[in-house]
Protein backbone atom coordinates (compact mmCIF):
# COMPACT_ATOMS: atom_id res chain seq x y z
CA UNK A 1 0.00 0.00 0.00
CA UNK A 2 0.94 3.46 -0.25
CA UNK A 3 2.00 5.59 2.81
CA UNK A 4 2.50 8.69 3.71
CA UNK A 5 3.34 10.08 7.82
CA UNK A 6 3.86 13.07 9.47
CA UNK A 7 3.60 14.47 12.54
CA UNK A 8 -0.07 14.84 13.60
CA UNK A 9 0.87 18.34 15.31
CA UNK A 10 3.47 20.34 16.61
CA UNK A 11 4.18 23.62 18.70
CA UNK A 12 6.77 26.01 17.76
CA UNK A 13 7.60 29.83 18.83
CA UNK A 14 7.37 33.39 17.31
CA UNK A 15 10.66 33.75 15.50
CA UNK A 16 12.06 30.51 16.28
CA UNK A 17 12.82 27.25 13.33
CA UNK A 18 10.69 24.20 12.81
CA UNK A 19 11.17 21.42 11.19
CA UNK A 20 8.14 19.49 9.88
CA UNK A 21 8.82 15.33 8.62
CA UNK A 22 7.60 13.25 6.16
CA UNK A 23 8.27 10.02 5.37
CA UNK A 24 6.73 7.77 2.09
CA UNK A 25 6.18 4.73 0.67
CA UNK A 26 4.56 5.40 -2.66
CA UNK A 27 4.54 2.97 -6.17
CA UNK A 28 7.06 5.13 -8.07
CA UNK A 29 7.90 8.69 -7.30
CA UNK A 30 6.98 11.51 -9.41
CA UNK A 31 7.55 14.58 -7.20
CA UNK A 32 6.86 15.86 -3.85
CA UNK A 33 4.66 18.53 -2.63
CA UNK A 34 4.47 20.83 0.40
CA UNK A 35 1.03 22.47 0.67
CA UNK A 36 -0.12 25.11 3.43
CA UNK A 37 -3.85 24.98 4.91
CA UNK A 38 -5.40 27.47 6.98
CA UNK A 39 -8.51 26.32 8.74
CA UNK A 40 -11.54 26.51 6.68
CA UNK A 41 -9.46 27.33 3.33
CA UNK A 42 -7.95 25.40 0.71
CA UNK A 43 -4.86 24.41 0.30
CA UNK A 44 -2.01 26.81 -1.30
CA UNK A 45 1.32 25.64 -2.69
CA UNK A 46 4.72 25.69 -0.84
CA UNK A 47 7.10 24.27 -2.45
CA UNK A 48 7.72 20.84 -5.16
CA UNK A 49 11.05 18.67 -5.12
CA UNK A 50 12.03 15.79 -7.48
CA UNK A 51 15.56 15.64 -7.28
CA UNK A 52 17.83 15.11 -4.03
CA UNK A 53 18.51 18.17 -2.33
CA UNK A 54 17.40 21.42 -0.54
CA UNK A 55 15.22 24.02 -2.32
CA UNK A 56 15.12 27.59 -0.62
CA UNK A 57 12.15 29.71 -1.04
CA UNK A 58 12.40 32.76 1.43
CA UNK A 59 11.91 31.95 4.48
CA UNK A 60 10.31 28.32 3.59
CA UNK A 61 12.77 25.17 2.59
CA UNK A 62 11.98 21.98 1.26
CA UNK A 63 14.49 19.01 1.14
CA UNK A 64 14.22 15.66 -0.26
CA UNK A 65 16.19 12.75 -0.17
CA UNK A 66 14.59 9.50 -2.64
CA UNK A 67 17.00 6.80 -1.28
CA UNK A 68 15.54 7.57 2.17
CA UNK A 69 11.92 8.29 1.31
CA UNK A 70 12.07 11.55 3.39
CA UNK A 71 11.45 15.17 2.42
CA UNK A 72 11.10 17.97 5.72
CA UNK A 73 10.19 21.33 5.39
CA UNK A 74 11.83 23.55 7.48
CA UNK A 75 10.04 26.96 8.36
CA UNK A 76 12.15 30.44 9.86
CA UNK A 77 11.63 33.49 11.69
CA UNK A 78 8.18 31.78 12.59
CA UNK A 79 5.26 34.14 12.40
CA UNK A 80 1.89 34.02 13.86
CA UNK A 81 0.25 34.02 10.28
CA UNK A 82 2.15 30.53 9.55
CA UNK A 83 -0.11 28.86 12.16
CA UNK A 84 -1.37 26.21 9.70
CA UNK A 85 -2.07 22.55 8.87
CA UNK A 86 1.24 21.34 6.40
CA UNK A 87 0.35 18.90 3.92
CA UNK A 88 3.02 16.26 2.13
CA UNK A 89 2.23 15.05 -1.29
CA UNK A 90 3.75 12.66 -3.08
CA UNK A 91 2.96 12.34 -6.98
CA UNK A 92 2.85 8.72 -7.60
CA UNK A 93 3.62 6.20 -10.51
CA UNK A 94 0.18 7.31 -11.77
CA UNK A 95 1.01 11.00 -11.80
CA UNK A 96 -1.55 10.75 -8.90
CA UNK A 97 -0.92 13.21 -5.64
CA UNK A 98 -0.86 10.92 -2.44
CA UNK A 99 -1.64 13.01 0.53
CA UNK A 100 -0.60 13.15 4.10
CA UNK A 101 -2.54 13.88 7.27
CA UNK A 102 -1.02 16.50 7.68
CA UNK A 103 0.83 18.18 10.33
CA UNK A 104 -0.83 20.86 12.68
CA UNK A 105 1.68 23.61 13.42
CA UNK A 106 0.80 26.02 16.46
CA UNK A 107 2.81 29.28 17.09
CA UNK A 108 2.75 30.33 20.38
CA UNK A 109 4.02 34.54 21.37
CA UNK B 1 -2.19 33.34 -12.63
CA UNK B 2 -3.59 29.76 -11.83
CA UNK B 3 -6.93 30.94 -10.72
CA UNK B 4 -9.11 28.08 -9.67
CA UNK B 5 -13.02 29.73 -8.39
CA UNK B 6 -15.59 27.32 -6.63
CA UNK B 7 -19.51 28.59 -6.31
CA UNK B 8 -21.31 28.83 -3.92
CA UNK B 9 -18.65 29.33 -1.07
CA UNK B 10 -20.90 27.52 1.37
CA UNK B 11 -24.78 25.74 1.09
CA UNK B 12 -27.13 24.50 3.14
CA UNK B 13 -29.99 22.76 1.56
CA UNK B 14 -32.35 19.95 2.78
CA UNK B 15 -32.27 16.24 3.53
CA UNK B 16 -32.73 14.42 0.04
CA UNK B 17 -32.36 17.61 -1.96
CA UNK B 18 -29.16 17.90 -4.65
CA UNK B 19 -27.02 20.48 -4.93
CA UNK B 20 -24.50 21.19 -7.31
CA UNK B 21 -20.90 22.73 -6.82
CA UNK B 22 -19.24 24.50 -9.95
CA UNK B 23 -15.28 24.69 -10.16
CA UNK B 24 -13.81 27.23 -13.05
CA UNK B 25 -10.29 27.40 -14.05
CA UNK B 26 -10.41 31.29 -14.75
CA UNK B 27 -7.22 31.89 -16.50
CA UNK B 28 -5.77 28.50 -17.52
CA UNK B 29 -7.40 25.41 -19.36
CA UNK B 30 -7.62 22.36 -16.61
CA UNK B 31 -6.91 19.04 -18.14
CA UNK B 32 -7.71 17.69 -15.02
CA UNK B 33 -9.97 18.42 -12.39
CA UNK B 34 -10.10 16.78 -8.95
CA UNK B 35 -12.85 16.66 -5.81
CA UNK B 36 -11.67 16.66 -2.55
CA UNK B 37 -13.62 16.04 0.54
CA UNK B 38 -12.60 17.19 3.57
CA UNK B 39 -14.06 16.10 7.17
CA UNK B 40 -12.70 18.78 10.27
CA UNK B 41 -9.26 17.73 11.38
CA UNK B 42 -8.93 15.41 8.49
CA UNK B 43 -6.71 15.51 5.55
CA UNK B 44 -7.95 15.89 1.78
CA UNK B 45 -9.53 12.21 0.60
CA UNK B 46 -9.60 12.58 -3.31
CA UNK B 47 -13.18 11.36 -4.18
CA UNK B 48 -13.15 11.58 -8.18
CA UNK B 49 -10.37 12.12 -10.92
CA UNK B 50 -11.79 13.96 -13.86
CA UNK B 51 -10.91 14.86 -17.56
CA UNK B 52 -12.55 17.16 -19.98
CA UNK B 53 -14.87 14.97 -22.22
CA UNK B 54 -14.96 11.83 -20.80
CA UNK B 55 -16.30 10.24 -17.56
CA UNK B 56 -15.08 10.59 -13.71
CA UNK B 57 -12.73 8.02 -12.48
CA UNK B 58 -14.09 7.19 -8.83
CA UNK B 59 -12.01 6.49 -6.19
CA UNK B 60 -13.19 3.59 -3.99
CA UNK B 61 -15.53 3.52 -1.61
CA UNK B 62 -17.44 6.88 -3.43
CA UNK B 63 -20.60 6.36 -5.23
CA UNK B 64 -20.61 7.68 -8.85
CA UNK B 65 -24.52 7.51 -8.71
CA UNK B 66 -24.67 9.79 -5.45
CA UNK B 67 -21.88 12.33 -6.28
CA UNK B 68 -22.34 13.02 -9.92
CA UNK B 69 -19.22 14.74 -11.73
CA UNK B 70 -19.50 16.37 -15.34
CA UNK B 71 -16.22 17.98 -16.83
CA UNK B 72 -17.68 19.51 -20.04
CA UNK B 73 -15.16 21.85 -21.20
CA UNK B 74 -12.08 22.61 -19.78
CA UNK B 75 -12.43 25.31 -17.63
CA UNK B 76 -15.70 23.98 -15.97
CA UNK B 77 -16.12 20.82 -13.78
CA UNK B 78 -19.33 20.30 -11.39
CA UNK B 79 -20.19 17.97 -8.90
CA UNK B 80 -23.42 17.07 -8.07
CA UNK B 81 -24.81 15.73 -4.52
CA UNK B 82 -27.84 13.99 -4.93
CA UNK B 83 -30.45 13.11 -2.39
CA UNK B 84 -28.30 15.32 0.67
CA UNK B 85 -27.85 13.11 3.82
CA UNK B 86 -26.58 15.49 6.96
CA UNK B 87 -23.64 12.78 6.41
CA UNK B 88 -22.34 14.52 3.68
CA UNK B 89 -22.15 17.35 5.06
CA UNK B 90 -18.18 18.45 4.43
CA UNK B 91 -15.83 20.61 3.23
CA UNK B 92 -15.65 20.01 -0.52
CA UNK B 93 -12.78 20.96 -2.61
CA UNK B 94 -11.86 21.06 -6.46
CA UNK B 95 -8.21 21.39 -7.97
CA UNK B 96 -7.43 21.51 -11.63
CA UNK B 97 -4.19 20.78 -13.00
CA UNK B 98 -3.16 21.76 -16.89
CA UNK B 99 0.15 23.40 -18.15
CA UNK B 100 0.95 25.44 -15.28
CA UNK B 101 3.13 25.37 -12.66
CA UNK B 102 4.97 22.43 -10.94
CA UNK B 103 4.43 18.97 -12.91
CA UNK B 104 1.34 17.69 -11.53
CA UNK B 105 0.99 20.96 -9.36
CA UNK B 106 -2.97 21.30 -8.47
CA UNK B 107 -4.22 24.68 -8.23
CA UNK B 108 -6.98 24.52 -5.89
CA UNK B 109 -10.20 26.07 -5.52
CA UNK B 110 -11.38 28.40 -2.46
CA UNK B 111 -13.93 25.22 -1.54
CA UNK B 112 -17.58 24.75 -0.25
CA UNK B 113 -18.59 23.95 2.86
CA UNK B 114 -21.75 21.93 2.56
CA UNK B 115 -24.20 21.68 5.55
CA UNK B 116 -27.44 19.44 4.99
CA UNK B 117 -29.99 19.42 7.25
Known amino acids: GQNIDQPTEMTATEGAIVQINCTYQTSGFNGLFWYQQHAGEAPTFLSYNVLDGLEEKGRFSSFLSRSKGYSYLLLKELQMKDSASYLCAVVDSNYQLIWGAGTKLIIKP | GAVVSQHPSWVICKSGTSVKIECRSLDFQATTMFWYRQFPKQSLMLMAT?????????EQGVEKDKFLINHASLTLSTLTVTSAHPEDSSFYIC?????????????FGPGTRLTVT
Open chain 2, 50 to 58: SNEGSKATY
Open chain 2, 95 to 107: SARGERGAPYEQY
